[in-house]
């Protein structure tokens, strides 16, 4: 059992390496608008692809830490690399408040969606090299294939908001290029980041690949977690997220901006 009492009152925690979870915090409010979401981004040790894992579940155990004082009753892993080494350091953390990974909700769509069962998966170096893609969508289904490739410079890209730069465009149809000839009809965006860089990644994919974001499958996930357990905040008014970061980057206004649409609400400095 949880260290405290869970209620539909009660916040969602989501974290993640840096901003891109801010794709999931979106995806969750418009999924669910009555929910009250507290955000942690570590931008202050921000990117988590390119770790040892020895030092990413250290992180990941950290940052549950850091959402468990809020008394959450859902944990949401918005980082793939997390969700790829270190999904049992937050579950152990968590102490019985349910988690969720945006890995597995990523996989488990792109296995009911193929229709040609030939999945391509792109992700960070510490996601792909953990194979962790590759098992949860075979474990959907074991005729399933799996293409996988690492695409470290999106996450630096998207942190600098190159949505539409012809650097950007150059960088993925290098790393897309590995597709060619795969005949996959369903692309995995196996990280957080990559849906503020979707135009570009469709554009050169093309329009006959099925595009999967982890984050709308997580919210829908979430969702139904919440419904099962009897603790969906059935409220109607809309709660801004509350947002946590251990570095306050001069870019940051501007990035919630091109993440969320919105203005920035209140942030809080924490230390981890």
């Known amino acids: 059992m949880p260290q405290h009492k869970i209620s539909p009152d009660s916040p969602i925690g989501i974290f993640d390496?840096?901003?891109?979870?801010l794709t999931v915090v979106k995806a969750v409010q418009a999924a669910l608008p009555a929910e009250r979401l507290i955000y942690f981004g570590d931008t202050a040790r921000?990117?988590?692809g390119t770790k040892s894992q020895v030092t990413i579940r250290k992180y990941a155990r950290e940052d549950t830490e850091l959402l468990m004082k809020h008394q959450p009753k859902?944990?949401?892993?918005?980082?793939?690399t997390v969700s790829a080494l270190a999904l049992d350091v937050v579950e152990q953390t968590a102490?019985?408040?349910?988690?969720i990974g945006v890995l597995r909700a990523g996989a488990e769509l792109?296995?009911?969606?193929?229709?040609s069962g030939r999945i391509g998966v792109i992700g960070t170096q510490a996601t792909i090299g953990s194979h962790a893609y590759t098992c949860a969508i075979q474990e959907e289904n074991d005729a399933l294939e799996v293409f996988p490739k690492a695409c470290p410079l999106f996450v630096p890209l998207a942190e600098e908001g190159f949505i539409d730069h012809p650097a950007t465009r150059l960088v993925a149809e290098e790393y897309l290029a590995a597709f060619a000839g795969k005949a996959i009809d369903t692309l995995v965006l196996g990280c957080t980041h990559y849906p503020i860089l979707r135009k570009v990644i469709e554009s050169i994919a093309g329009p006959q690949i099925t595009i999967i974001d982890s984050a709308e499958a997580v919210a829908s996930k979430a969702g139904e977690l919440l419904a099962?357990?009897?603790?969906?905040?059935r409220g109607d008014?809309?709660?801004?997220?509350h947002l946590m970061v251990s570095d306050l980057p001069q870019k940051f206004r501007e990035l919630y901006r091109l993440f969320m649409g919105t203005e920035l609400p209140d942030v809080e400095l924490v230390g981890v």
């Open 17 to 21: 390496s840096g901003i891109g979870g």
């Open 110 to 115: 792109a296995a009911g969606r193929t229709r």
């Open 228 to 233: 099962a357990r009897n603790i969906l905040n």
């Open 95 to 99: 102490g019985g408040v349910p988690v």
């Open 237 to 241: 008014e809309q709660a801004l997220p």
């Open 46 to 48: 921000v990117p988590y």
């Open 74 to 80: 859902l944990i949401i892993v918005a980082c793939n």
